[in-house]
């Protein structure tokens, strides 16, 4: 089976609840909705298309800032983990060297 080719509306009220999403069509039928008001990249003159496409903008940032904050929170835990053991390891090194002496 042909893939199936990505088409945005040019103006709402085409059949698709969310024209910044699209809809998929056959081969055999894109060249005849690229003539009835169809196009290949959604149309940002379109306020509906624009402000969905900024809310889904904005949803992704936010998704990225989480999971770099959480990202930042686990690197710090580590950190202080490290550095805990870090301390205990050259204390134990200092103990050993006084004794040496």
Sequence with gaps: MAEQVLLYPNRNGA???DPSQ???????????MLKNGWATVPDVSNRKVAESLIESAQKKV?????????????LQSER??????????????????TAEV
């Excluded at 699209?22 to 005849?32: A, I, N, R």
């Excluded at 936010?62 to 929170?73: C, D, I, M």
């Excluded at 805990?84 to 060297?97: I, M, Q, R, T």
């Design 15 to 17: 059949g698709v609840g």
């Design 80 to 97: 202080e983990a490290f550095l805990k053991e870090k301390a205990a390891f050259d204390a134990l090194k200092g103990k050993s060297k």
């Design 22 to 32: 699209g809809c998929y069509f056959p081969p055999t039928l894109v060249d005849k």
């Design 62 to 74: 936010q998704e990225t800032l989480n999971g770099v904050n959480q990202e930042k929170q686990q």
